[in-house]
T-cell receptor
Framework: GAVVSQHPSRVICKSGTSVKIECRSLDFQATTMFWYRQFPKQSLMLMATSNEGSKATYEQGVEKDKFLINHASLTLSTLTVTSAHPEDSSFYIC????????????FGPGTRLTVL | GQQLNQSPQSMFIQEGEDVSMNCTSSSIFNTWLWYKQDPGEGPVLLIALYKAGELTSNGRLTAQFGITRKDSFLNISASIPSDVGIYFCAGQVGGNKLVFGAGTILRVKS
């Protein structure tokens, strides 16, 4: 099946710093990538949807200036958490979809962010 | 907004037993998906359902897309220790975003 990777797998940072997380589709071109956040013992919550070459669409309540998303190529999307605070500590998961509509979303392994 | 009610919240069963979990919603979905997530990992797709009434199997897993398009169930037969994990249902309308259920934690006694 299709493979999606994320880097880094874990990151610990100080409050106030920015952190960049990469999501790559390794063996297919992803026209759409999604970013999710998962708090402990909770479900995945969609943060934003990004299409290659265009601005991301953010879900209600997600600050676009805080969570910067760039989808510059068909195989790479990045999420930058700016001025991170402890409450941003979470498990961030991306997914990638080749085509549109009901094409399968393949999930990355996730990135554990801890903000001290 | 759209919400999925997934039950049970958790299960603790004997190895070899069959398992059943389900998701319901007040909204109609065009696609139902079942994922498994191991600790510290991303979700892995188990079964995708695209038509109302569809019954699909994947090894020991069987899932059905409810005829009303508002529900789905997942059955696991003859559970084994590696079935441990969190199972999520997800619904999708058209080409839009996935809506996830809260998850079912499965623990298996060996």
């Amino acid at each position: 099946g299709a493979v999606v990777s994320q880097h880094p797998s874990r990151v610990i940072c100080k409050s106030g710093t920015s952190v960049k997380i990469e999501c790559r589709s390794l063996d297919f071109q992803a026209t759409t990538m999604f970013w999710y956040r998962q708090f402990p013992k909770q479900s995945l919550m969609l943060m934003a949807t990004s299409n290659e070459g265009s601005k991301a669409t953010y879900e209600q309540g997600v600050e676009k200036d805080k969570f910067l998303i760039n989808h510059a190529s068909l195989t790479l999307s990045t999420l930058t958490v700016t001025s991170a605070h402890p409450e941003d500590s979470s498990f961030y998961i991306c997914s990638a979809r080749a085509g549109g509509g009901t094409d399968t979303q393949y999930f990355g392994p996730g990135t554990r962010l801890t903000v001290l | 907004g759209q919400q999925l009610n997934q039950s049970p919240q958790s299960m603790f069963i004997q190895e070899g037993e069959d398992v059943s979990m389900n998701c319901t919603s007040s909204s109609i979905f065009n696609t139902w998906l079942w994922y498994k997530q191991d600790p510290g990992e991303g979700p892995v797709l188990l079964i995708a359902l695209y038509k109302a009434g569809e019954l699909t199997s994947n090894g020991r897993l069987t899932a059905q897309f409810g005829i009303t398009r508002k529900d789905s169930f997942l059955n696991i037969s003859a559970s084994i220790p590696s079935d441990v994990g969190i199972y999520f249902c997800a619904g999708q309308v058209g080409g839009n975003k996935l809506v996830f259920g809260a998850g079912t934690i499965l623990r298996v006694k060996s």
